[in-house]
């Protein structure tokens, strides 16, 4: 299920089932979404980007979702592993002007095996 | 290929001094960015770089500094330290702009404590 933890939302799957990360994003004129992972001690890593005139984009075992209307982002990982546990992350970004990737506060993945 | 370096990797300053962080972008990048992660909490923007110029600076105090060099490797300067700097500051590196393929890649990040 999904809760709240000290300061992260904390989602706890089992090893085998598929997991859903929401994002709500803040502004209507990104045109641009990243998904990160982090894994402890490391820095994030790139998983799959998406574009605003697209709603759908497909990567290995990963699938993200777009729905401008709602402004809202969703990262599916089929057949959850434990090495998928970490804390990830949307990003947004407007492609113009000196604007920069703006962070979610980001989502704890737990699976167990 | 080397990926972004970062150093020191921990860094244990006393309330009131200044910290100097490093980084190293990949070959070919010119732009570095600086993100500051607190303990649990997201990653916010403080600098960014490109082609030795500030392109863009986050919410934060002017204590907060940096400069690019002519190699693109980056410093990230906080002077006049106070407890709630101590966070994870991670930098990262792009094709000129932010909007490269693959997005960012960022290091490992350099865990600053203030005591």
């Known amino acids: 299920g999904e809760s709240v933890g000290l300061h992260l939302p904390t989602l706890s799957v089992q090893e085998g089932d598929n997991s859903i990360i929401n994002c709500a994003y803040s502004?209507?004129?990104?045109?641009?979404f990243i998904w990160y992972k982090q894994e402890s001690g490391k820095g994030p890593q790139f998983i799959i980007d998406?574009?605003?005139?697209?709603d759908k984009r497909q990567g290995q075992r990963v699938t993200v979702l777009l729905n401008k209307t709602v402004k809202h982002l969703s990262l599916q990982i089929a057949a959850t592993q434990p090495g998928d546990s970490a804390v990830y992350f949307c990003a947004e970004g407007v492609s113009s002007g000196y604007s920069t990737l703006t962070f979610g506060k980001g989502t704890m993945l737990l699976v167990s095996p | 290929e080397a990926g972004v370096t970062q150093s020191p990797t921990h860094l244990i300053k006393t309330r009131g001094q200044q910290a100097t962080l490093r980084c190293s972008p990949i070959?070919?990048?010119?732009?570095v960015y600086w993100y500051q992660q607190a303990l649990g909490l997201g990653l916010q923007f403080l600098l960014w770089?490109?082609?030795?110029?500030?392109?863009n600076r986050g919410n934060f105090p002017p204590r907060f500094s940096g400069r690019q060099f002519p190699n693109y490797s980056s410093e990230l300067n906080v002077n006049a330290l106070e407890l709630e700097d101590s966070a994870l500051y991670l930098c990262?590196?792009?094709?000129?702009?932010?909007?490269?393929?693959?997005?960012?890649?960022f290091g490992s990040g350099t865990r600053l404590t203030v005591v």
């Open positions: 770089y490109d082609e030795g110029e500030e392109r």
């Open positions: 990262a590196s792009s094709l000129s702009g932010w909007e490269a393929k693959d997005g960012y890649t």
């Open positions: 070959s070919g990048h010119t732009s």
């Open positions: 998406i574009r605003s005139n697209m």
């Open positions: 502004n209507s004129a990104s045109d641009y």
